[in-house]
């Protein structure tokens, strides 16, 4: 498992992801730092980075969104949150930062742009960073 995170390169390797297919996507500095550290004080585990407790095979999505409303609640967030806010989450600040759709649509690992699509909103934020066209005219 640990062989599927690269430092080098910043990435994650996902695979058999919901579509039975295997993808990349990048993985922050910091992120990388907390699963160092969990990754030593776990036993350098090999098989499965994040084992159930219950079967210590892999976590199934109901046991992810567990962990999730507990810590919400120990957080004392009253909004109802899942692990697909934190996909959509990611999909977002991508676009709001610059980043071609189509990059997006690779990391999220969607084989339709449709299906990426559904997850990016349109921030004010993005709307008030652009420039009118006339504005650029005028400083050429």
């Known amino acids: 498992m ?4 690269s430092r080098k390169s910043h990435s994650i390797h996902i695979r058999n992801t919901k579509n039975r297919m295997d993808r990349y996507t990048i993985l922050a500095d910091r992120t990388l730092d907390i699963l160092t550290e969990y990754w ?3 036993g350098k585990p090999r098989n499965i980075l994040f084992p159930s407790q219950a079967t210590g095979k892999y976590l199934d999505i109901s046991a992810v969104n567990q962990v999730l409303r507990k810590s919400t609640e120990r957080a004392g967030i009253a909004k109802h949150v899942t692990s697909h806010a934190f996909r959509h989450s990611f999909a977002s600040h991508l676009l709001e930062s610059g980043c071609d759709i189509k990059y997006i649509q690779a990391l999220l690992g969607h084989l339709d742009p449709k299906s990426t699509e559904i997850y990016l909103h349109v921030s004010n934020k993005t709307l008030l960073g652009i420039r009118s066209p006339f504005d650029v005219q005028e400083d050429s």
């Open 2 to 5: 640990y062989e599927d995170i």
């Open 40 to 42: 030593f004080k776990c």
